[in-house]
DNA sequence: ATGAAAGCGCTAACAT
DNA sequence: ATGTTAGCGCTTTCAT
């Protein structure tokens, strides 16, 4: 491995000025800088990151935690993150919670010194968990209220009302709420949303679940839900909807004439499904987004700064998984 | 931020033997050692991995570069390998290069020096980029053929075989084959398969495309079959595959009677679709783990240990998009 | 504009 | 079993 010792031998300059010429380029007289980058790219030499970070003290990369890099809402959050923090020169590194409690506090403390900062999103780990990691570096929570710990909170109510708004509007009188997981703060928030709401339309609630939020979570609900009577269904997000609809088209009903499902987040499977799915539409990207600004924000020093996180807004998107109850 | 000096002092020995009381602490005397640990611990001491990396010249982490994580497809290799690597104590920074070329190439030379080896899934740069890679670090890629660089390859001959017998059996003499992204080395695989069983089982085939590796690739690709007059498609993949069948239905076909469709790389969508999509599975998280395996041979410097890759097999899943040509 | 030297926090011979 | 010392490759005062 070539280092800027070689590079500065190579050149007949010293250490600092190859260094200078890296970070300072206008500091250096153009003659020099023109010569040393030359023997550089000659050598071959890229400047070693992690000597860079020990001197500096920053590494130039922030941690993104997802509890399930396979659930397709997930993909543009991402993606968005990613491209984001590209513009501020810093690398994003991903890694899957899968859901899995303990590993994720683990993996945030191994994580928690090799970036800058933190953005977790929806995590699970204990308070006292999160705290510590704020403790040892800026993060910022998705999905999540600690008190003390920056957080963007994706709004549920608005959209849930909505959703509880249009099924009364069909003339549904009794509805089911698909738990996810139970202990979530998303969970929590969004079978609150539908509690309200219910009682505020006069509608009957039954509560089913908890379901893992995924497909085959949403298998499992489609005979509990047909047992329970309502005639229609909310559920906690896009993936136990579709297997939601999946088992029910399987046990003979018609979904959106028979039967109403409702999903949330809105993934890109939603229009595309058979019949489309009514689901109400969580600005995840947006959400990411902003709390990377505030990430970035606090990491810059930037602490107190404009901290008012961007608004933001759920709604219902109206598909043809819901239909006029069923007399 | 506290460091081993700071415990050192504090336990009134020297950083040696709170840096041995860490990394090899059956080299340490009992009593000290408890001593020791127990004043990290009071201080909140936690070994910072930067220096640590700096001075050992290894970093405890790999890179995997995924074409998209937003594919289905991939959630599960990204899971598998990260399971994987947590045994050997490597973390995973998973990184999305996003069909993106030029960055793929950036951001791997980013990778390279944050990391002590490189995954690459299906990479789409350049041969003499990947060559660079090879040269600053062990790299193995996954679906991708470079002579001299470790590979592992999805094998994708013997299911796309079995897709076109399959096909013929069922009566089919007019099939299309939907091109992926054109250059690369998934789709050039996959197509030359497919000519050379059409031309074994003697069926007309209609080579369409390229399209792109998403949902709405394949609605377009609806249209253009269509016109084709080709009775059946195998599409490259399982994500075109279901906007094929989507925009197919639109057009008032009935998949699996009036026209068959088949994918490649059975997706857990795949077996929930309305037909059920018959597909051809695709290891990939064997794949993976191979890969792994191999990357991690290389990098504790067993280069030529058994390197005789875990044999793969591709197979057809039939399912009900696929029947009887219509006469 | 450039150089010399100290230091980021840790590890690894080499002593003792 | 423990301490001393010299780096790992880079940045950054402080001089010149």
Excluded: C
């Amino acid at each position: 491995m070539t280092t800027l010792a070689d590079v500065a031998a190579k050149a007949g300059v010293s250490k600092s000025t190859v260094s200078r010429a890296f970070s300072r380029p206008e500091s250096v007289r153009a003659e020099t800088r023109g010569r040393v980058l030359a023997t550089a790219h000659e050598l071959a030499f890229t400047p070693n990151r992690i000597a860079r970070s020990l001197a500096i003290g920053r590494t130039g990369s922030i941690g993104l935690f997802v509890p399930d890099i396979a659930n397709p809402y997930f993909g543009p959050v991402i993606k968005t993150v990613q491209r984001n923090a590209r513009r501020h020169d810093l690398t994003v590194f991903t890694a899957d919670t899968d859901e899995h409690d303990e590993d994720e506090h683990a993996l945030a403390q191994t994580m928690a010194q090799q970036a800058d900062g933190l953005l977790l999103f929806s995590p699970r780990m204990s308070e006292a968990a999160i705290l510590d990691l704020t403790g040892r570096l800026p993060v910022v929570v998705i999905n999540r209220d600690i008190p003390g710990v920056p957080a963007v909170v994706i709004p549920s109510t608005d959209g849930m009302t909505q959703a509880v708004e249009h099924l009364a509007a069909l003339g549904h009188r009794h509805i089911a709420y698909l738990s996810g997981p139970a202990t979530t703060f998303s969970n929590r928030a969004r079978r609150a949303a539908v509690l309200a709401a219910t009682q505020r339309f006069g509608l009957q609630l039954t509560q089913l679940g908890p379901f893992e939020a995924v497909f085959t979570g949403g298998i499992r609900a489609g005979d509990l839900l047909i047992a329970s009577g309502a005639t229609a269904a909310i559920a906690y997000n896009d993936l136990i909807a579709l297997g939601l609809m999946q088992r029910l088209t399987e046990r003979g009903l018609r979904v959106g004439n028979d039967i109403s499902v409702i999903g949330f987040d809105d993934i890109w499977l939603a229009p595309m499904t058979q019949p489309p799915l009514t689901t109400v539409r969580a600005p995840a990207a947006a959400a990411a987004t902003s709390a990377l600004r505030m990430l970035i924000d606090i990491m810059d020093g930037r602490a107190d700064a404009d901290r008012r996180p961007t608004p933001l807004a759920s709604e219902l998107m109206v598909r043809l998984s819901t239909g006029p109850v069923a007399r």
